[in-house]
Structures are given as structure tokens and as C-alpha cells.
């Protein structure tokens, strides 16, 4: 049974910086697609970092040059680190992940394992 547990979400002033970290276990093998998507009411879930199984990273343009995404590869952990964060950064965020696919994408469907979210808040 697969399973992402997500930690590390808080609430921080605008300009400040939080690190998000997803556990990943269950997983058959070590390689697999993982990303980080957020989601605020009334909004669809929005992709914020895609890592693929060779570690490149796709950023939403929202986020590029304040979030950093990595994978452990032999923790089986996604990690986030954000930075200069801004108000409409608040969100639940999410760990996604796939065991199917090579390449990982900021959509949604792509995905089908998901995490519990942990929420973010950042005040103006």
C-alpha cells in the first residue's frame, strides 16, 4: 500500500521561507514521477514542482526562482523549499506521485497516488 505523508507547512510573514517534505513508502521500486501541487477553495489543484525519475524539475512560472524541488532518491522523499514567499502562495499543499510514468507534468491527472495536503498561509 502506497503512501505520501506530507510535513513541514505553517504559517510564515510575506517574504519568508518554508520547507515542505513528503514521505513516500510502499513504492515497488525506487524510481518514480513525484511533484507538489496546491490547492485553495474554490480553485482547481494547481501544479507548483514536478521532479521526473532522472531528478529534472519543471516549475510553474508562479513559483521559478522561489521554490526549489528535490528527491531523495534513497529516502524516497520529496522536498520543497520556498522562498520569498508572497501572500497567493497560501494554499493546501500537495505531494502527488506516480509509479507509472517516466516523465512527470503539472497536471493533476497524471497522478495517482496523493498526500493529505499540509497547509500553507503567508500574511501580508
Known amino acids: 500500500q502506497v503512501q505520501l505523508v506530507e510535513s513541514g507547512g505553517g504559517a510564515v510573514q510575506a517574504g519568508g521561507s518554508l520547507r515542505l517534505s513528503c514521505a513516500a513508502s510502499?513504492?515497488?521500486?525506487?524510481?518514480?514521477?513525484m511533484a507538489w501541487f496546491r490547492q485553495t477553495p474554490g480553485k482547481e489543484r494547481e501544479g507548483v514542482a514536478a521532479?521526473?525519475?532522472?531528478?529534472?524539475?519543471t516549475y510553474a512560472d508562479s513559483v521559478k526562482g522561489r521554490f526549489t524541488a528535490s528527491k531523495d532518491a534513497y529516502k524516497n522523499t520529496l522536498l520543497l523549499e520556498m522562498h520569498s514567499l508572497k501572500p497567493e502562495d497560501t494554499a493546501v499543499y500537495y505531494c502527488?506521485?506516480?509509479?507509472?510514468?517516466?516523465?512527470?507534468?503539472?497536471?493533476?491527472?497524471?497522478?495517482?497516488?496523493w498526500g493529505q495536503g499540509t497547509q500553507v498561509i503567508v500574511s501580508s
Open positions: 521532479v521526473d525519475i532522472d531528478g529534472t524539475v
Open positions: 502527488a506521485a506516480d509509479q507509472d510514468k517516466v516523465w512527470a507534468s503539472l497536471t493533476a491527472g497524471d497522478y495517482s497516488d
Open positions: 510502499g513504492y515497488t521500486y525506487s524510481s518514480f514521477i
